[in-house]
């Protein structure tokens, strides 16, 4: 297992993690998987033995029984690995009961705490912007978490590239903890984070984090062109997140997929997210799975390395259009371009 610096960080992570949206399975979170507290330790065990040493939650998973699973199946494990989790979202009827207030965010903490059975946290993440909350409240809450040494390090997710600017400029007029990460969707099917989220990350050093790499399993191989879906799955036209805006798009993608698993003797979804992991500032690639097997199969994919031909195959098939302002900037601005600009821009300039 490869081991990556989380940003600026002095924090390594192993390039998979294990996600736990799939535990508890209470409520709308049933439909991802119904991972009880003994499936738990042993996909934990799973991961341990293949050298993950970073496992993602959050609150508002199965409301909170997600949190109570990891912590039981983790036992005296704890401290031996890293745990994240994230609040935002609701957690109850009242008004106070979501969004990034200091009111929410340190009791959503308190309670993350008490139900993973730790004393702290390892990463602390925003799930999703709030709008309506002050930054600097938020961010003086998120730094007094960090002083008591209820939290270690602090990130964000689903945030836009100006919600992360603006964070880090609070931050740093204010003196208060930075963050050091952010979650995002991102896979061969959904490219749009390299408009902006990934040079940014690039620029302000920050790490990444990817949640459902395999697009909620369109990317596993088991969808395919012109078949009949899988026993137990959801259709395309109901699936939602994310949104498929081409079917016949992603079935070319997933046709690469196949073509190459199949010429390595690996999974469609191993390739997918080898891909993943070969990404540029890229630090984690968080997995889930319903099942043992699937686990397996999904951890094999931090010992696959993709070459070149294969790699460009998956970006040709999957590239999405150059969308303004970064078309005029190839055009007219390619001889003052930064890393940061190259780590998009580069693959469209004319050779």
């Known amino acids: 297992m490869e081991y990556r610096q989380l940003g600026r960080s002095g924090l390594k992570v192993s390039v998979l993690s294990l996600g736990t949206m799939t535990f508890g399975g209470q409520g709308k979170f049933a439909k991802t998987g119904q991972t009880d507290t003994e499936t738990a330790k042993r996909q934990i065990g799973l991961c341990l033995d293949a050298g993950i040493n970073l496992f993602d939650t959050a609150d508002v998973y199965s409301g909170g029984l997600s949190e109570e699973i990891l912590g039981k199946a983790l036992g005296e494990k704890r401290h031996d690995v890293l745990v994240a989790s994230k609040a935002r979202f609701p957690m109850g009827e009242g008004p106070n009961d979501r969004g990034s207030s200091r ?194 199969d999904n951890l094999q994919a931090a010992d696959l390395t993709l070459n070149a031909h294969e790699i460009q195959r998956l970006d040709h098939v999957s590239q999405p259009p150059l969308i303004y302002p970064y078309w005029h900037q190839a055009w007219t601005a390619s001889d003052r371009l930064s890393a940061a600009d190259l780590s998009l821009i580069a693959p469209y300039l004319k050779k």
């Open 103 to 296: 009111h929410h965010i340190i009791r959503a903490c308190e309670a993350s705490l008490k139900r993973l059975g730790t004393d702290y946290l390892d990463l602390y993440q925003l799930h999703q912007w709030d709008g309506q909350t002050p930054l600097d409240e938020t961010l003086r809450a998120l730094d007094d978490l960090v002083s008591s040494g209820k939290v270690r390090y602090i990130g964000v997710s689903n945030f836009s590239a100006w919600h992360i600017m603006k964070t880090l400029g609070v931050a740093e007029a204010s003196h208060y903890i930075r963050p050091v990460s952010q979650q995002i969707h991102y896979t061969l099917q959904a490219r749009e984070a390299e408009y902006e989220l990934l040079p940014v990350s690039h620029d302000q050093g920050l790490g990444v984090l990817v949640w459902s790499p395999l697009a909620g399993g369109l990317l596993s191989g088991k969808y395919r062109r012109d078949q009949a879906k899988p026993e137990g799955t959801r259709h395309l036209a109901d699936w939602g997140e994310p949104p498929i805006r081409d079917e016949t798009a992603l079935y070319d993608i997933v046709d690469v997929l196949v073509e190459i698993a199949e010429s390595r003797g690996v999974s469609a979804a191993q390739v997918a997210l080898a891909w993943l992991i070969s990404r540029p500032v890229v630090s984690s690639v968080i997995v889930g799975a319903r099942s043992e097997e699937q686990l397996k």
